[in-house]
C-alpha cells in the first residue's frame, strides 16, 4: 500500500518563475491538503481539495493555487516566485468521512524548494 | 482563531523519560493530533485525542484535558532516534473548518 508520493523533492528556481509541485494521495484517501513549514516552524496551511474543487484556503495569496485531478491526485502552482516561498511544501491525505469531516492526515515527504 | 504553544527545545538522556506540553485555545474543538518529524522529512502520526485521558501506544503516551486546553506526548524509555521535532495540531470546528493548525514544533535532542 503505497504512501502519500510528492515530486520532484527538490527544486531550485529563481525569483519571478513559476513552479508546479505534485502530489499522489495515500490509496483510499480522497482528500489533498497542501502546507508550507518554513525552516524551524509548524506547517501553514494553504488549501484543501476534495471532488476536484478547494474546499478551504489559508492565508495564502493568489499566486498559490492548486488543482485536483479524478484520481485524486493534486498540483501545487505558485506564480511570480519570492525569496519567501522557499520552504518544504508538504502534501497530506485524509478520507473525508462525512459533512467535511476527515480522518487523520498522512503525509509525504515533501518538495524542498529553494528561490534564488 | 486558533493558537498553539509548546516549548521550542527540550534535552534528554537516553533511556529517560520526557514529556512535552502543549496548550491551546480553538473556537470549537475537535481533537488534538501529535506528528514526529525529523529533520528534513515529513511528518508522521503519532496519536489523536479527541476525550479527555490518557491513550498509550508503546513507549508514546498522549494525554489530552479540554476544559484546561492542554496535552501532553509523553516518550519513555528514550532512544537517540527519538531526537526529532514533535508537532502538536488542534483541529477546531469554526466555520465548519476540520483543518488542524500545526504548533511551532519542540526539537527534542536526546544525548547519550
Known amino acids: 500500500d503505497a504512501g502519500v508520493t510528492q515530486s520532484p523533492t527538490h527544486l531550485i528556481k529563481t525569483r519571478g518563475q513559476q513552479v508546479t509541485l505534485r502530489c499522489s494521495p495515500k490509496?483510499?484517501?480522497?482528500?489533498v491538503s497542501w502546507y508550507q513549514q518554513a525552516l524551524g516552524q509548524g506547517p501553514q496551511f494553504i488549501f484543501q481539495y476534495y471532488e476536484e474543487e478547494e474546499r478551504q484556503r489559508g492565508n495564502f495569496p493568489d499566486r498559490f493555487s492548486g488543482h485536483q485531478f479524478p484520481n485524486y491526485s493534486s498540483e501545487l502552482n505558485v506564480n511570480a516566485l519570492l525569496l519567501g516561498d522557499s520552504a518544504l511544501y508538504l502534501c497530506?491525505?485524509?478520507?473525508?468521512?462525512?459533512?467535511?469531516?476527515?480522518?487523520?492526515?498522512?503525509f509525504g515527504p515533501g518538495t524542498r524548494l529553494l528561490v534564488l | 482563531g486558533q493558537n498553539i504553544d509548546q516549548p521550542t527545545e527540550m534535552t534528554a538522556t537516553e533511556g529517560a523519560i520526557v514529556q512535552i506540553n502543549c496548550t491551546y485555545q480553538?473556537?470549537?474543538?475537535?481533537?488534538l493530533f501529535w506528528y514526529q518529524q525529523h529533520a528534513g522529512e515529513a511528518p508522521t502520526f503519532l496519536s489523536y485525542n479527541v476525550l479527555d485521558g490518557l491513550e498509550e501506544k508503546g513507549r508514546f503516551s498522549s494525554f489530552l484535558s479540554r476544559s484546561k486546553g492542554y496535552s501532553y506526548l509523553l516518550l519513555k524509555e528514550l532512544q537517540m532516534k527519538d531526537s526529532a521535532s514533535y508537532l502538536c495540531?488542534?483541529?477546531?470546528?469554526?466555520?465548519?473548518?476540520?483543518?488542524?493548525?500545526f504548533g511551532r514544533g519542540t526539537s527534542l535532542i536526546v544525548h547519550p
Open positions: 495540531a488542534v483541529r477546531g470546528t469554526a466555520g465548519g473548518s476540520y483543518i488542524p493548525t
Open positions: 480553538t473556537s470549537g474543538f475537535n481533537g
Open positions: 497530506a491525505s485524509s478520507r473525508d468521512t462525512s459533512g467535511g469531516y476527515q480522518e487523520t492526515q498522512y
Open positions: 490509496s483510499g484517501h480522497d482528500t
